[in-house]
């Protein structure tokens, strides 16, 4: 009976299942094509690649980009700028969302609740392009609105986009400015959640609003602000290569210049692939180790997986 | 009135004027840029112009419209958005149903699944990627900006999701009745899904039209940059080496009131697909974001 029911069934799971496997070719070769096939191109970050070579003629040197790389001062210092911006985005960006959750919870007005969400979250689908062009106005030292504002104040017209300390700065605020609507989705979610007994019960024991966020609300919070911090780290690489491209320029290369946008200088515009890979190649596996580092934390400290 | 009352007012008025501020904060610049746009020349130039427009005028917006690179990189940007979405979308959906299985009942799935998550965690980096493009002779088509892009992995973890919560009766009652898992797929699962399909969808059209960069990477020729990629080009880096314009269009697009207008026209396919977007992805982020 047993081998009447198992080897039929092997057999019938293949004429049905086909289909499964032909679904999956267009992803699977895009996949290989644009994501594997660039994987096995990373060799070159051990080559002198010379383009018109290829991978096969040009010459192998083994580690010595990565050793250029390191006795570089630029490269470091691109590198200690990419991790000094994004913390203080990563921080600042858990703050601001925390925070303006916990102040839109204390709304009762259901109608300023809506219209304050819906104008909040608008900025995060707008490009840096739009968001570079609207800056670089507002920003300029000739008149743009915020200076106008500085200088209404008494202070001197600030090179908010020209100088180095000042960049980065701008850099942080127009990121959390950005983002800080859209952030706030997850928080809200985490306290929609909250069961309302225990805020009965708190109300009971006579705590007021005060003492109720406090005591529960921010608490149900962390749970998830925990899962946020763990998985930003991941990306601690990652300073944003969209924001800095659209809002620097070469006056502000010693503060402002990040991993991606360097890698894109030296590679792509001043031709150097092999000294460009081996830098994608160091942030790439650096970067994987911290995701997976990440990741397990995340699953360990707060029970979150992605699937 | 007692003290505690007193003060939760203090803090309700507080509280209120804050949060307005802040979301102002967030418009107000777009309005501004909009203002500056519909001015004159002369009040734009000598920065009069705050929230509303001086001596309104749609000046800008018709010399924007009448540019020829800028009409051409518009047309190239409606095309790569709608095709892009298309393609995207096609290869998510045919990729979520399978991945949607039990690996009991689709041998393969853990591999599958394990081969797309990889390429979230870890990539061959900018470099090799371009001189794949490059190899691939994709280099000023419409295709080097639509098929590296194509398989979203993050959107197919969604839309799979997605097709997890559809009843599996119905499923077997369709495999049982002879249909293949085509036509299940086509049948059932994509009808029943569309809020699913439409949010994803409107997701990937935001992306295709908001890129900039692969536009110009990949694009030797100015003539082929989408709409993104001009802005980018010409008003933020403000960079005309690469665009092949004559002095008169040059004094055209460096006009203060014409980059309000180009940075506004940038944003506005946007704004016209927000409200849209508004109503699902609060949803769709929190399905991505927080699992039980």
Same mark, same amino acid.
């Given at each position: 009976?047993?081998?009447?029911?198992?080897?039929?069934?092997?057999?019938?799971?293949?004429?049905?299942?086909?289909?499964?496997?032909?679904?999956?070719?267009?992803?699977?070769?895009?996949?290989?094509?644009?994501?594997?096939?660039?994987?096995?191109?990373?060799?070159?970050?051990?080559?002198?690649?010379?383009?018109?070579?290829?991978?096969?003629?040009?010459?192998?040197?083994?580690?010595?980009?990565?050793?250029?790389?390191?006795?570089?001062?630029?490269?470091?210092?691109?590198?200690?700028?990419?991790?000094?911006?994004?913390?203080?985005?990563?921080?600042?960006?858990?703050?601001?969302?925390?925070?303006?959750?916990?102040?839109?919870?204390?709304?009762?007005?259901?109608?300023?609740?809506?219209?304050?969400?819906?104008?909040?979250?608008?900025?995060?689908?707008?490009?840096?392009?739009?968001?570079?062009?609207?800056?670089?106005?507002?920003?300029?030292?000739?008149?743009?609105?915020?200076?106008?504002?500085?200088?209404?104040?008494?202070?001197?017209?600030?090179?908010?986009?020209?100088?180095?300390?000042?960049?980065?700065?701008?850099?942080?605020?127009?990121?959390?400015?950005?983002?800080?609507?859209?952030?706030?989705?997850?928080?809200?979610?985490?306290?929609?959640?909250?069961?309302?007994?225990?805020?009965?019960?708190?109300?009971?024991?006579?705590?007021?609003?005060?003492?109720?966020?406090?005591?529960?609300?921010?608490?149900?919070?962390?749970?998830?602000?925990?899962?946020?911090?763990?998985?930003?780290?991941?990306?601690?690489?990652?300073?944003?290569?969209?924001?800095?491209?659209?809002?620097?320029?070469?006056?502000?290369?010693?503060?402002?210049?990040?991993?991606?946008?360097?890698?894109?200088?030296?590679?792509?515009?001043?031709?150097?692939?092999?000294?460009?890979?081996?830098?994608?190649?160091?942030?790439?596996?650096?970067?994987?180790?911290?995701?997976?580092?990440?990741?397990?934390?995340?699953?360990?400290?707060?029970?979150?997986?992605?699937? | 009135?007692?003290?505690?009352?007193?003060?939760?007012?203090?803090?309700?008025?507080?509280?209120?004027?804050?949060?307005?501020?802040?979301?102002?904060?967030?418009?107000?610049?777009?309005?501004?840029?909009?203002?500056?746009?519909?001015?004159?020349?002369?009040?734009?130039?000598?920065?009069?112009?705050?929230?509303?427009?001086?001596?309104?005028?749609?000046?800008?917006?018709?010399?924007?419209?009448?540019?020829?690179?800028?009409?051409?990189?518009?047309?190239?940007?409606?095309?790569?958005?709608?095709?892009?979405?298309?393609?995207?979308?096609?290869?998510?959906?045919?990729?979520?149903?399978?991945?949607?299985?039990?690996?009991?009942?689709?041998?393969?799935?853990?591999?599958?699944?394990?081969?797309?998550?990889?390429?979230?965690?870890?990539?061959?980096?900018?470099?090799?990627?371009?001189?794949?493009? &490059? %190899? @691939?002779?994709? $280099?000023?088509?419409?295709?080097?900006? =639509?098929?590296?892009?194509? *398989?979203?992995?993050?959107? +197919?973890?969604?839309?799979?999701?997605?097709?997890?919560?559809?009843?599996?009766?119905?499923?077997?009652?369709?495999?049982?009745?002879?249909?293949?898992?085509?036509?299940?797929?086509?049948?059932?699962?994509?009808?029943?899904?569309?809020?699913?399909?439409?949010?994803?969808?409107?997701?990937?059209?935001?992306?295709?039209?908001?890129?900039?960069?692969?536009?110009?990477?990949?694009?030797?020729?100015?003539?082929?940059?989408?709409?993104?990629?001009?802005?980018?080009?010409?008003?933020?880096?403000?960079?005309? &080496? %690469? @665009?092949?314009? $004559?002095?008169?269009?040059?004094?055209? =697009?460096?006009?203060?009131? *014409?980059?309000?207008?180009? +940075?506004?026209?940038?944003?506005?396919?946007?704004?016209?697909?927000?409200?849209?977007?508004?109503?699902?992805?609060?949803?769709?982020?929190?399905?991505?974001?927080?699992?039980?």
């Amino acid at each position: 009976m047993g081998k009447t029911v198992t080897e039929p069934k092997s057999k019938w799971k293949w004429r049905t299942n086909w289909p499964l496997h032909v679904m999956l070719i267009p992803a699977v070769v895009l996949t290989i094509i644009f994501a594997y096939w660039p994987m096995g191109g990373a060799v070159m970050a051990f080559q002198d690649f010379k383009p018109w070579l290829g991978f096969g003629g040009s010459e192998w040197v083994g580690w010595r980009n990565f050793e250029r790389l390191f006795n570089n001062s630029d490269s470091l210092q691109v590198i200690w700028n990419t991790l000094i911006i994004a913390v203080l985005k990563i921080v600042a960006g858990l703050i601001a969302p925390f925070v303006f959750a916990l102040m839109l919870n204390e709304v009762r007005h259901m109608v300023f609740k809506r219209s304050v969400q819906t104008l909040v979250y608008l900025p995060h689908f707008l490009s840096w392009v739009v968001l570079g062009g609207i800056l670089s106005d507002i920003l300029s030292t000739e008149g743009g609105l915020i200076n106008k504002i500085v200088v209404a104040l008494g202070h001197e017209p600030i090179f908010f986009l020209g100088d180095g300390d000042w960049f980065r700065f701008t850099v942080v605020i127009s990121h959390v400015w950005k983002e800080f609507g859209f952030g706030t989705i997850v928080f809200l979610a985490s306290i929609a959640g909250i069961n309302p007994a225990l805020y009965e019960a708190a109300l009971m024991d006579g705590a007021g609003r005060w003492k109720q966020t406090l005591h529960i609300t921010i608490p149900a919070m962390m749970p998830i602000t925990i899962v946020l911090a763990t998985l930003a780290l991941g990306g601690v690489l990652n300073a944003g290569f969209d924001q800095i491209f659209n809002l620097y320029n070469s006056l502000v290369y010693d503060k402002g210049d990040i991993i991606d946008t360097f890698v894109y200088r030296i590679a792509i515009v001043s031709g150097n692939m092999g000294l460009g890979t081996a830098l994608g190649l160091f942030k790439s596996v650096v970067g994987l180790v911290l995701i997976v580092g990440a990741y397990r934390l995340a699953y360990r400290y707060a029970g979150y997986r992605i699937f | 009135m007692p003290d505690h009352i007193q003060r939760s007012k203090v803090f309700t008025i507080v509280n209120t004027a804050v949060l307005a501020l802040l979301s102002l904060c967030c418009v107000l610049p777009l309005v501004h840029i909009l203002a500056v746009a519909l001015s004159g020349k002369a009040p734009a130039t000598a920065n009069l112009v705050f929230l509303w427009p001086i001596d309104f005028t749609f000046d800008a917006f018709k010399d924007t419209l009448l540019n020829d690179n800028f009409s051409r990189s518009l047309l190239i940007s409606l095309q790569r958005t709608v095709i892009g979405t298309v393609v995207t979308m096609v290869v998510a959906a045919m990729t979520a149903y399978p991945l949607s299985k039990e690996s009991r009942a689709f041998k393969g799935r853990g591999m599958y699944a394990w081969f797309f998550v990889f390429t979230m965690l870890f990539s061959g980096g900018l470099v090799p990627t371009y001189i794949v493009v &490059t %190899k @691939l002779g994709l $280099n000023n088509s419409l295709w080097a900006l =639509i098929l590296p892009s194509a *398989v979203e992995v993050w959107s +197919i973890i969604l839309l799979l999701n997605f097709f997890r919560n559809i009843p599996k009766e119905l499923e077997e009652a369709s495999l049982i009745d002879g249909s293949g898992h085509f036509t299940t797929m086509f049948r059932i699962f994509i009808p029943l899904s569309l809020p699913a399909i439409a949010t994803l969808s409107l997701f990937t059209m935001v992306f295709h039209w908001n890129e900039w960069f692969q536009g110009m990477l990949y694009n030797t020729n100015s003539q082929n940059y989408p709409l993104a990629t001009l802005l980018q080009t010409i008003v933020v880096q403000q960079d005309f &080496t %690469k @665009l092949a314009v $004559n002095p008169e269009d040059m004094e055209d =697009i460096t006009n203060r009131t *014409v980059k309000a207008a180009q +940075i506004f026209i940038g944003a506005l396919p946007i704004l016209m697909v927000y409200p849209f977007l508004q109503r699902y992805f609060v949803k769709g982020i929190v399905l991505g974001a927080v699992k039980e």
